[in-house]
Structures are given as C-alpha cells and as structure tokens.
C-alpha cells in the first residue's frame, strides 16, 4: 500500500525526521492564507498523487508571489497527473501540498528496503540526490552506499555516523543524520514497510538536514495489524479494478496487452504469460486467483477480465493443488451465465478433478476451447485472440 507525500511526512516528524513547515490544501481559496502562515516569499506548490517522478510530470510548481501559488493550485487541483510512473490516463489531483521554499546547499538520498539477495533490511545513501536513484545506480554504482542490518539486529548509531561521514557530513549535520536515519529504521520494522525512502534529503544554508520529500510502501499482508496506516488509504488514486480484486482476495494488474489471463499462483501466471508473449501475443493483466479460490471468486475474476476494453480473448491456467479444477470451471460458467461470453477462451486445467473440470465445460455446451496442454493452449488463445 502507498502512501501520499504529506502522510509520510507526518510519520517522519513522528520519529526525529526533521521536513519543511507545509500546509495541505484542497481548494485554491486556501492559498493565500496558507502562505500568510508559512512565511517568506518563496513556497512549492506538490501535487499529492501516489507516483513519483512528479516533477517531470509538471506536479511540483516552485513559485516566488501568492498569486503564482493561487495559479499553481488552481491549475493542479481538480486535474490528472501524468508522469513516467502513471499510465496515459494519469491519476487525479484532489489535494497539493504547498511548503515554504528552503535555502538548499546540497541534495542527499536515503532510503531502506528489503534486499532478498543477501537476506537484510538494506540502508541505501547517496550524495546524487535529486535524481532517479536507479540510474545513479546503473551508470555510476560508486557513489551507492549501501549497508545491511542483521535480521536479528539493529541498526547502530556507530553505523548512521559511519554513512553521514560517507556522505561528508559535518559534525551537526552528522548529528541530525543519525537520528533521521534511526527514526526510518523504526518506521521500516515497526510499521512492516517494503520500501522508505527520502529523494531529496536536503541539507540547507542554516545547516539543518530536511527530508524535502518522503515516499513509503507497506506490506499488504501486514496491514491487518496496522490499523493506523490502513486508515491512511487513498482509494482515489487506485485502479478501480485492481481495487475490486483486491475485495475478493485477487490479485490482479492491468496491462497494454490483447489477452485476458486467469491464473493461480504468480510463478505459473509469470509462466502463462511468458508463453502468450512467446507465440505472439501480448496479456492484457497479471490475475493470480490464489490457492484456494472459490468458484464465486473465479466469477468475479472472469468479470474483470471481460471488463478491459482492449482484450480479445481469456486463457485460463489452472494447476488443481489446493484448489479443485471442477470449481474452477463452476466459476467460469457461472461468470459466463452472468456477463456473457463475447470473448473467445482458451481453459487449461490440470491437477485436481482436471478431467471432472473439463468435462463439465466439454458438455455445457457453451462455446470454450478446452485444452490439457499449456503451450497448446497458449498458441490456441493467440491464433483465436487475432
């Protein structure tokens, strides 16, 4: 689950993670009163959506006079936001966040995350922040510092001060350094986060260390005993089908592509689509209907499908372990009674009931191609989706 600028912000204050003053506003009335209250001469006007690379995308308005400010929101709110992290159709603007400028000498990166290879919660720093800290990564590696925590550890105040003088921190600056970067930890293990991170952490004139933005992504399957952070969700700015799957327990992402996919387990449904690209064709989703699904589960998956405007034709991947393929194909028979069947599909079941799966298909007399062969199936669904 994401989170917008602000609300991370406020954690951070939360936990020693010095940010800039700033007023969130929903109504462009608001501006003038909010720069009375902020102070100076010169604020940022940020576009709250849940997408980084706001600034390319016009999101972030730096802004010298009140009625540049006034401009700025009234252009932003109530619009869509596209940029490199959205699709065409971008995501909306309901709220913008408007700071007071800040003195900035240098722009600093530190974020942590979770690295599977060597198994530890991951401190990343860099002096090149500011900019899209893949490609630092991938063009200039050097200038990446990177730490790891014991699992059964935690991070040291010994460790922050070891970064900061990487990152040729002054003594006060070290200072504020370590406990920013112990109060991201706190977040990162208390909170159950996948990914915290602060692009740019400024340092200023006045010789403070300011966390000028904030992103923060949870663990899903941890949120049941995050109440506060469950409460923090912006279903605004979610795909509306991949919020409905999420209802029935579906884990489903849409995609460009022509080929509507229903599959259980995401390996297997990585497997499915790499087959579909293989012999030609494109997925129109990633669906993972679980293990143990259900055939009104199924149902509710097979509608989404139908629901993409650029699909022409479903395959259906089933391996029968914990799930029965014969409730599988219930699942897609009731869908089919329900939206109809203007698509063709290919079904593959193989496993548990496979034959009592297909067989039931076999005899429903609705028009579905039955297959037992996945790479068959695959080649089936591309020449029947063109």
Request: charged share 20%; aromatic share 4%.
């Amino acid at each position: 689950m994401h989170i917008h600028e602000y609300q991370a912000k406020t954690l951070f204050s939360h936990n020693n993670i010095q940010t800039p003053k700033g007023i969130l506003i929903s109504n462009t009335k608001q501006a003038s009163k909010a720069c009375s209250e902020l102070g100076g001469s010169v604020w940022v006007v940020k576009a709250q959506v849940h997408a980084g690379g706001r600034g390319k995308g016009g999101g972030v308005i730096l802004c010298r006079s009140v009625m540049e400010v006034e401009v700025a929101c009234d252009k932003l709110l109530g619009g869509q936001l596209i940029t490199p992290q959205t699709d065409a159709k971008g995501l909306p603007i309901n709220q913008v966040l408007v700071e007071a400028g800040q003195n900035i000498e240098q722009e600093l990166y530190l974020g942590l995350l979770i690295d599977r290879q060597t198994q530890k919660i991951t401190v990343l720093a860099s002096t090149e922040g500011g900019m899209d800290i893949e490609k630092v990564a991938s063009e200039t590696p050097d200038k990446i510092i990177k730490f790891g925590v014991e699992p059964l550890g935690a991070l040291s105040e010994k460790s922050c001060a070891e970064i900061a003088e990487k990152l040729g921190l002054n003594a006060e600056l070290t200072e504020q350094f370590n406990r920013a970067l112990l109060g991201l930890y706190d977040i990162f293990v208390q909170k159950d986060v996948s990914l915290i991170e602060i692009n740019p952490l400024i340092t200023t004139a006045e010789n403070t260390l300011l966390a000028l933005d904030g992103k923060i992504d949870f663990d899903d399957n941890a949120l049941y005993r995050h109440e506060d952070i469950l409460a923090l969700r912006d279903i605004s700015q979610e795909d509306e089908k991949e919020m409905t799957a999420s209802e029935y327990q579906l884990n489903y992402i849409s995609l460009n592509g022509t080929i509507g996919c229903m599959v259980n387990g995401a390996g297997l449904a990585m497997a499915t689509m790499d087959l579909i690209e293989h012999h030609g064709g494109s997925s129109a989703n990633f669906l993972d209907v679980g293990g143990g699904t259900t055939a009104q589960r199924v149902a509710k998956a097979f509608e989404l499908i139908q629901t993409e405007k650029n699909v022409s034709g479903v395959l259906v991947n089933i391996f029968g372990g914990i799930v029965r393929c014969d409730l599988i194909a219930e699942g897609i028979l009731q869908a089919i009674e329900k939206v109809g069947l203007n698509l063709p599909i290919v079904v593959r079941l193989e496993g548990t009931n496979a034959a009592a799966g297909l067989k039931l298909l076999d005899e429903s007399g609705v028009a579905i191609h039955t297959e037992s062969d996945l790479t068959q199936a695959a080649i089936k669904i591309v020449e029947l989706s063109k």
